[in-house]
């Protein structure tokens, strides 16, 4: 784990939430991206070196829609930036970790991603995020 990529925010209504970052962090969005394969519409914003990822469900199945029933607006989850996903969910996997996905899925913001069950990780939802490099 090289650094936080990002923090996701789960939000109901994306656009206020990012018209209220936008005031929060005194800078604009710079990517909207929805990834359907995981049901979500994503906002980034760059603060410094670190970037916040707002998320809301696309659809009443999204892991979004049934995190804000349960829980209600917040942080959703840590992503960390990592060099080789696949090295690092072959080592995560043999200290014991939980991997939701057996092999990297596509991420929003040009990412490889591989989630960690919060039931393993002190109940924090863990993304590791590797950035797809152009050939
Ligand atoms: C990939 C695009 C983008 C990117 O950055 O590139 C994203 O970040 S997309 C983010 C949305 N996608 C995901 O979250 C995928 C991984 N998540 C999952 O597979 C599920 O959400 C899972 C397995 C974490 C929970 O799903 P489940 O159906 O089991 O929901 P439950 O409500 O039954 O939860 C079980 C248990 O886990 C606790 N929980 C759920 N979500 C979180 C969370 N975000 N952080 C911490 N804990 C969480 C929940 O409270 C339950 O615990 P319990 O003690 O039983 O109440
Ligand atoms: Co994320």
Redesign the pocket.
């Known amino acids: 784990m090289r650094k936080i990529?990002?923090i996701?925010i789960?939000v109901k209504d994306l656009d206020l939430s990012c018209d209220l970052y936008e005031k929060l962090l005194n800078t604009t969005c710079y990517k909207r991206e929805e990834?359907a394969?995981?049901?979500?519409r994503?906002a980034f914003f760059q603060t410094g070196a670190n970037k916040i990822?707002l998320?809301s469900a696309s659809h009443q199945d999204?892991?979004?829609a049934?995190?804000l029933e349960?829980?209600g607006e917040g942080?959703?989850?840590i992503?960390f930036d990592v060099a080789d996903i696949l090295l690092e969910m072959e080592r995560l996997k043999k200290e014991g970790f939980v991997l939701?996905?057996e092999q990297p899925?596509?991420?929003?913001?040009n990412?490889l991603?591989c989630?960690l069950?919060?039931?393993g990780t002190n109940?924090?939802?863990v993304?590791l995020?590797q950035e797809i490099k152009a050939l």
């Open positions: 990529e990002h996701g789960a990834v394969s995981e049901g979500v994503t990822e998320l999204s892991p979004i049934k995190f349960k829980k942080i959703h989850h992503a939701l996905n899925k596509l991420g929003a913001d990412k991603v989630f069950h919060p039931k109940g924090v939802l993304e995020c």
